[in-house]
């Protein structure tokens, strides 16, 4: 009875590197729009990249952008 080999995929490091990037670009998180009145600072989680509209803001408080990592609740900038 002859000897069976495992297959060998000599390409194998390259493909799986291709393959997650591929992952990684598609499932990056989507940056999100929310609004609310107030600041979002310690009150709204997050990921980073998620833009807050303050419905009650005035100059320099309309616009939050969150700059920290994701499941936190700080780390928002105020743009305008």
């Known amino acids: 009875m002859p000897t069976i080999e495992p297959y060998r995929d000599t390409m194998l490091p390259d493909r799986f590197h291709r393959w997650l990037e591929v992952l990684r670009i ?3 998180p989507v940056p999100e ?4 009145a107030g600041t979002p ?7 980073k990249g998620t833009r807050y ?12 952008v969150k700059n920290s990592a994701a499941a936190l609740n700080t780390g928002w900038v105020a743009y305008g």
């Open 53 to 64: 509209f303050n419905t009650t803001g005035g100059a320099g408080t309309l616009l939050y």
């Open 41 to 47: 600072e310690g009150v709204v989680f997050a990921s």
């Open 26 to 28: 598609r499932l990056a």
């Open 33 to 36: 729009f929310v609004q609310g």
